[in-house]
């Protein structure tokens, strides 16, 4: 214990002012009662799951995809990553076999695995389009109609399906409202996570499309979908939210803009809406 003495001239005088010619410390032992205490045991190691863990979620893990791929990414060279930037072909992307990347074979479309040719190819089933299946309100047999088309990719050797298409019928004149589900968001994002959880139970991979405001063909690469924040959010984005939340893998980004915002693989409105529902 210490006791500081502050050179004052009395212990109950005001201190004012320290006199630090005849201030003084004095130090005297003092005992102290402590319980005894357990040695603390050696931590048990931690697994790289673990490793980077906060509130139990993992921040980083080769258990989840997207940091498989940043894995597998950082040990491409420069020229090996530009080269997965474009396909091989239209329908194939590039294989880099020396690093286990195998080349993904994609095939058109949301009512029929038509395979890899826009005209006389060979024949594939015909499933109902987009609205005939959503004006039936049935989500089992969206998904059956999925499990089904997962089969046909696979005979026609695809890896990925394009579809589905989760437009919301911005224009009664757009091109192709018939392939996609309804106006309506909630009813449109229900049926694809359907279809898409049927397609992938099959190991086919789906690819919702066209995000974002892909509502005309018309310069469909070009224009620019001006969409308020409210609605943006509420209407255009609310199906691709649902179906990435519940159900699939793979997007399909349109290269024009909406709002002024480009949609590309790094766009703003993807990064802030979509990526959170893959972590």
């Known amino acids: 214990m210490a006791t500081i003495h502050l050179g004052n001239a009395s212990p ?3 201190v004012k002012h320290i006199d630090l010619k005849n201030a003084a410390i004095h130090i005297r032992p003092v005992a102290l009662d402590t319980p005894s205490l357990t040695p603390i045991a050696t931590p048990e190691p931690i697994s790289p799951a673990e490793e980077h863990a906060i509130a139990g979620k993992n921040m980083f893990s080769l258990e989840r995809p997207c940091d498989k ?10 020229d090996e990553q ?4 474009a396909g091989a072909d239209f329908w194939r992307t590039v294989a880099i076999p020396e690093k286990g990347i195998p080349s993904i074979k994609t095939s058109d479309g949301p009512n029929g695995a038509r395979g890899e040719f826009f005209t006389n190819g060979t024949p594939a089933a015909l499933f ?6 959503a004006a039936t309100w049935n989500t ?7 499990r089904h088309l ?5 005979a026609r050797g695809a890896n990925v399906l394009l579809a589905p298409t989760v437009g919301m019928h911005r224009s009664p004149l757009g091109g192709r409202n018939f392939e996609s589900y309804s106006e309506d968001p909630f009813l449109t994002g229900k049926l694809a996570a359907s279809y898409i959880r049927g397609l992938q139970s ?5 690819t919702i499309k066209h995000f974002l405001g892909n509502e005309q063909e018309t310069e469909r690469q070009a224009y620019d979908a001006i969409i308020a924040e409210r609605p943006l959010r509420e209407i255009y984005l609310k199906p691709f939210e649902i179906a990435v939340r519940d159900a699939t893998n793979i997007q399909s980004r ?7 915002i480009g949609m590309g693989p790094s766009s703003q409105i993807g990064q802030a809406h979509m990526l959170p529902h893959h972590q």
């Open 12 to 14: 109950t005088e005001d």
């Open 69 to 78: 791929a940043r894995d597998l990414a950082a040990k491409l060279t420069l």
């Open 82 to 85: 530009i080269s997965l930037l």
């Open 128 to 133: 109902p389009c987009g609205i005939s299946m």
């Open 140 to 146: 089992d047999m969206v998904e059956e109609i999925g």
């Open 150 to 154: 997962g089969e046909e990719a696979k």
């Open 202 to 206: 099959k190991g086919v991979a789906a």
């Open 254 to 260: 349109i290269f024009s803009a909406a709002s002024g």
